[in-house]
């Protein structure tokens, strides 16, 4: 199974950009597909983005189409996301997670990363 982190979160102004990435480790990182998944306070973890193994097909929410990019670097093991013109009701934990097959439900998903905090302030 494979081991996910989060990085690159922080605090940013409504407007700004910030991207996330996640690293795995301990699998075949360009066998999986991969997907970003946020929770907010009280609220239930919501899908924002996935892609399959190759880069090649991408599904966004529509709450952040346009704005988020979702990518991967398989030679690094690595997923980002390009998060553009942030809004307040983007705060949230920004999870990542692996799968064999692209998906849109947390509940297909088997790994998971420990997450990183994303706080958009007005």
């Known amino acids: 199974q494979v081991q996910l982190v989060e990085s690159g979160g922080g605090l940013v102004q409504a407007g ?5 990435s ?3 480790s301990g699998g075949t990182f360009g066998t999986y597909a991969m997907a970003w998944f946020r929770q907010a306070p009280g609220k239930e ?3 924002v983005g996935a892609i399959d193994w190759s880069g090649g097909i991408r599904r966004y ?6 704005r988020f990019t979702i990518s991967r670097d398989n030679a ?3 997923l980002y996301l390009q998060m553009n013109t ?3 009701e983007d705060t949230a934990v920004y999870y990542c997670a692996a799968e064999r097959s692209i998906a849109v439900y947390p509940q297909r998903f088997s790994s998971w990363g420990q997450g990183t905090q994303v706080t958009v302030s007005s």
């Open 61 to 66: 929410a529509d709450s952040v189409k346009g």
């Open 22 to 24: 996640c690293l795995a």
């Open 76 to 78: 690094k093991s690595t």
């Open 16 to 20: 700004g950009s910030l991207r996330l």
């Open 45 to 47: 973890r919501d899908f």
């Open 86 to 88: 942030l809004k307040p």
